[in-house]
């Protein structure tokens, strides 16, 4: 007899954050999760991490009759009964925010991961093994080093950290100013002496492209040998785009949603005529987010690099899109969002357990390293994350650092990230605009 699912916990966490840029605007000092905790008849718990939202709670509310009393061997009926039941809330869209907006996948996403935690406990199997046409193709993930331009915090009284007890530079440069290509180079050196990455990722979209090239020149002075990318979430015209990477495009390993939906085009249009015209590989997370999409997006051949961030894609969907780039001369990545250390465990699987090469994955951890919710938290070390040989997702939750961010998150009352609130300490008024970057007003 397999075991059921006696019970299913939602906790909403919230935990603390730099003034990172972005074109959504300025990180808060906060960041919001949701952790799905599952307990089954064997007592074991499985756990899940997505964004969180009133529609995602909701959304979760909505499937608990549904997967409480299920039996941990038949979780793919119950998620699919998750999906046809979510399915009936309409349409969604993923929007124009760097950020996207569903609610049925993340919380299908949220169950999967700790359905499969339950399941991989059980039948004694790490989730990376059990995901896929082929289950684990490899025993280390590679990760990239996120970097961001950085406001400064003292033009806020908002509660950002400070480095109160620095163990290294990158405790102190992470909660600083940083808005030139010197103090971009800065933080690459203290990201590479902590974590030892080999690639870099600039989140641009905030200063002008022709100054967001130049912090891509300064990368390159400081590690010649990194692949480095930029990404301004689409901000730019294509003109714009070409204009702005042309010069630096020996520099790139491919470009990040250079440019996106404009005018009468539709950004795998865009995407597609800025990848004739200057040769470079393309990455996205804002124009092939689905499976109708993605293959829109290949039938343009808009993208090189799809970043099939699991939270957005399911698990199990983000390793059939690493499967099918495998088969289509295509490269598998993964997007992310500011996100704890469950969240960590359940992306080093699923990239995993994509076939053929694969490019760094991205991951916030980073900017949270420091505050977790489970015991032991995946570390990164030379650039990568070692996948865990241990049945399920191989994290066991920290009670009592899960309550501290949950009551963080109750303290806060904040239901939806907006990066709009803080950039309006920098530039009062400011609003969203999907094609100016943010401190370009
Ligand atoms: O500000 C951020 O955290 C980023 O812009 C994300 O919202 C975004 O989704 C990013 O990770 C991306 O690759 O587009
Ligand atoms: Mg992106």
């Known amino acids: 007899?397999?075991?059921?699912?006696?019970?299913?916990?939602?906790?909403?966490?919230?935990?603390?954050?730099?003034?990172?840029?972005?074109?959504?605007?300025?990180?808060?000092?906060?960041?919001?999760?949701?952790?799905?905790?599952?307990?089954?008849?064997?007592?074991?718990?499985?756990?899940?991490?997505?964004?969180?939202?009133?529609?995602?709670?909701?959304?979760?509310?909505?499937?608990?009759?549904?997967?409480?009393?299920?039996?941990?061997?038949?979780?793919?009926?119950?998620?699919?009964?998750?999906?046809?039941?979510?399915?009936?809330?309409?349409?969604?869209?993923?929007?124009?925010?760097?950020?996207?907006?569903?609610?049925?996948?993340?919380?299908?996403?949220?169950?999967?991961?700790?359905?499969?935690?339950?399941?991989?406990?059980t039948v004694g199997l790490p989730v990376a093994d059990l995901l896929g046409?082929?289950?684990?193709?490899?025993?280390?993930?590679?990760?990239?080093?996120?970097?961001?331009?950085?406001?400064?915090?003292d033009k806020t009284d908002l509660p950002y950290p400070k480095a109160s007890d620095p163990v290294d530079a990158w405790d102190e440069v992470r909660y600083q100013k940083a808005l030139t290509p010197e103090a971009v180079a800065n933080l690459a050196k203290a990201a590479f002496d902590r974590y030892g990455f080999k690639d870099f990722k600039l989140k641009g979209g905030v200063l002008r492209g022709e100054e967001e090239a130049d912090?891509?020149?300064?990368?390159?002075?400081?590690?010649?040998?990194?692949?480095?990318?930029?990404?301004?979430?689409?901000?730019?015209?294509?003109d714009e785009a070409v204009r702005v990477l042309e010069p630096i495009k020996h520099l790139l390993s491919y470009a990040e949603d250079p440019c996106g939906q404009e005018e009468s085009y539709s950004g795998r249009e865009t995407m597609a005529?800025?990848?004739?015209?200057?040769?470079?590989?393309?990455?996205?997370?804002?124009?092939?987010?689905?499976?109708?999409?993605?293959?829109?997006?290949?039938?343009?051949?808009?993208?090189?690099?799809?970043?099939?961030?699991?939270?957005?894609?399911?698990?199990?969907?983000?390793?059939?899109?690493?499967?099918?780039?495998?088969?289509?001369?295509?490269?598998?990545?993964?997007?992310s969002n500011n996100h704890f250390d469950i969240s960590l465990a359940m992306m080093t699987h699923v990239a995993a357990a994509c076939p053929g090469e694969i490019t760094a994955i991205d991951t916030h951890w980073i900017w949270q390293d420091g505050q977790r919710i489970t015991r032991d938290p995946f570390q990164i070390r030379e650039g990568t994350l070692k996948v865990p040989t241990t049945p399920g997702l191989g994290v066991e939750l920290d009670e009592a650092k899960l309550n501290q961010a949950h009551q963080l998150y109750k303290s806060l009352d904040v239901t939806q990230r907006n990066d709009a609130m803080a950039m309006q300490y920098l530039i009062p008024d400011w609003t969203f605009d999907p094609k100016r970057p943010a401190l370009v007003r």
């Open 1 to 121: 007899m397999f075991p059921k699912i006696t019970s299913m916990k939602v906790v909403p966490v919230a935990g603390y954050d730099g003034f990172l840029l972005n074109l959504s605007g300025g990180h808060a000092p906060w960041f919001i999760r949701c952790v799905v905790i599952l307990e089954d008849s064997a007592g074991n718990q499985g756990v899940g991490e997505i964004p969180s939202s009133e529609g995602i709670l909701k959304g979760l509310e909505q499937c608990r009759a549904i997967v409480e009393g299920s039996t941990i061997n038949a979780f793919k009926h119950t998620l699919n009964s998750a999906r046809v039941a979510l399915s009936k809330n309409g349409r969604e869209e993923r929007g124009r925010q760097t950020f996207d907006l569903r609610v049925a996948v993340h919380v299908i996403t949220g169950l999967e991961s700790a359905l499969l935690d339950l399941y991989g406990q």
């Open 133 to 153: 046409q082929y289950g684990r193709q490899r025993d280390e993930v590679e990760a990239l080093g996120y970097l961001f331009l950085l406001g400064d915090p």
């Open 215 to 238: 912090c891509i020149r300064a990368l390159n002075d400081a590690f010649p040998e990194a692949r480095l990318t930029l990404d301004p979430n689409g901000a730019w015209t294509l």
């Open 273 to 335: 005529e800025f990848k004739k015209r200057t040769g470079l590989p393309t990455a996205t997370n804002m124009i092939a987010t689905d499976f109708k999409q993605l293959q829109y997006a290949t039938q343009l051949n808009a993208v090189d690099i799809p970043l099939a961030d699991c939270h957005f894609w399911t698990m199990q969907g983000a390793v059939m899109v690493g499967e099918l780039c495998n088969e289509w001369g295509m490269t598998w990545g993964s997007h």
